[in-house]
C-alpha cells in the first residue's frame, strides 16, 4: 500500500505542468511579428516592383524588335498616324482638327505575332481616339478589346482601362510655347522618330540610332476634367478628341522632365501634359526604347537638356551620357 503511494506521488511529481502564455509574453510575440513583418514588407514589394519592371523591359524590347521589323520591311520606321493636318510649326496653337488612320502600335502589330488582330482592323477608315468617340465601327470595337503587350505591369490602371497604352512613341523634344486658349489646338516638336505622316530611315538618324529614343514610358492619359478612365489614349488611338491638343494620341514629345507634371488639368495647358512629356509608375524615372532597339531606364533626375536633345534624331550635337 505504501509502495503505491509512493510510487503514484513519485509519477505525479514527475509530470510536467503545462503553462500558458502570460500576457507579457503575448504581447511580446506580436512585437516580435510586427517588427520582422515591417522588415520584410519592403523587400517583398522591392522583389514585386523589380519583377514587374523585368516585365515591362521584356515588353519594350518586344516592341523595339517589332519597330525594326517594321523598318526593315517597309524602309522606314512607323509614322505614328496618317494625317491629312499639317505639323504646322509656324502656327503652334491655331491647328485645325483632321481625321487620322492607322496608329505606330496598329501597324506593328504583324511583327508582334498579332497578325489575325491586325487584319481586323480597316485601314481605310479613322481610327478611334478613346471609348465614348468612336470612329470607323470595326476599328472601334478592336480598340476596346484592348492589347496586353501596351500595359505596363506597374501601372494599376490597366486592369480598369484595358484600352489605354503605357508605351508612347517619341516625336520629337525641346521647348515649345504653351497655349492660354484652351480651346485651340496645338502641336509639339516632330523632330524625333515618330510622328504624323514621318517617313525616318535608318539613314536619316544622323545622330546615331543608340542615341536616340524611340518609345518612351508614359502615365499620363487624358483624363483631365472627372472625364474618367475611359478616356485614356488608346493603343489603338489615332485622333486627339478633345480641344488643346497635340497632333497624335501615341506619342509625346521630351519638353518636360520625366515624371515632373502631376497636373489636374485647371489651368491653361495642363491639358497637353500627356503630350509633352513621359514618366511611368516605376520609383526613379521611366524606360525607353532606343533606335538601336536597346532598352534603358532614365533617372527622373536626368539633365533636362540631354534629356530632349536624347529625342532628337538630328540636331549633331554632342551627347552626354545618360
Excluded at 502631376?262 to 509633352?276: I, K
Amino acid at each position: 500500500m505504501v509502495h503505491l503511494f509512493s510510487r503514484s506521488v513519485s509519477h505525479r511529481v514527475g509530470q510536467r505542468v503545462a503553462r500558458a502564455f502570460t500576457l507579457v509574453e503575448l504581447l511580446v510575440v506580436i512585437a516580435i511579428i510586427g517588427v520582422l513583418v515591417a522588415l520584410l514588407l519592403p523587400a517583398v514589394q522591392q522583389a514585386r516592383e523589380s519583377a514587374r519592371r523585368m516585365q515591362c523591359t521584356s515588353k519594350m524590347k518586344q516592341i523595339g524588335v517589332a519597330l525594326h521589323n517594321y523598318q526593315e520591311s517597309h524602309g522606314v520606321f512607323p509614322p505614328s498616324s496618317v494625317s491629312s493636318r499639317r505639323n504646322d510649326q509656324a502656327n503652334w496653337c491655331q491647328q485645325t482638327e483632321q481625321p487620322s488612320h492607322a496608329p505606330w502600335s496598329v501597324l506593328i502589330l504583324p511583327f508582334l505575332e498579332q497578325q489575325a488582330r491586325y487584319d481586323r482592323f480597316n485601314f481605310d477608315e479613322t481610327f478611334t481616339a478613346s471609348s465614348n468617340t468612336p470612329g470607323s465601327t470595326n476599328n472601334h470595337s478592336e480598340f476596346l478589346k484592348g492589347n496586353p503587350v501596351y500595359h505596363c505591369p506597374s501601372d494599376p490602371n490597366t486592369s480598369a482601362s484595358p484600352n489605354m497604352s503605357n508605351y508612347f512613341g517619341v516625336q520629337g523634344g525641346g521647348e515649345t510655347p504653351n497655349c492660354t486658349n484652351t480651346s485651340t489646338l496645338r502641336v509639339f516638336n516632330v523632330n524625333g522618330m515618330i510622328y504624323p505622316n514621318s517617313s525616318i530611315s535608318a539613314s536619316k538618324v544622323a545622330d546615331g540610332l543608340s542615341k536616340v529614343f524611340l518609345v518612351g514610358e508614359t502615365r499620363y492619359q487624358v483624363t483631365r476634367l472627372a472625364r474618367g478612365d475611359t478616356y485614356h489614349n488608346g493603343w489603338a488611338s489615332s485622333d486627339k478628341f478633345v480641344a488643346s491638343s497635340s497632333l497624335s494620341a501615341t506619342t509625346a514629345s521630351a519638353q518636360e522632365g520625366i515624371n515632373s507634371i502631376p497636373g489636374d488639368g485647371a489651368d491653361h495647358d495642363t491639358f497637353n501634359e500627356q503630350s509633352r512629356l513621359f514618366g511611368s509608375h516605376h520609383p526613379g524615372g521611366c524606360h525607353f526604347v532606343f533606335g538601336d532597339g536597346a532598352v534603358r531606364f532614365v533617372s527622373d533626375s536626368v539633365d533636362l537638356l540631354i534629356y530632349q536633345q536624347s529625342a532628337i534624331r538630328n540636331d549633331s550635337q554632342p551627347l552626354e551620357s545618360l
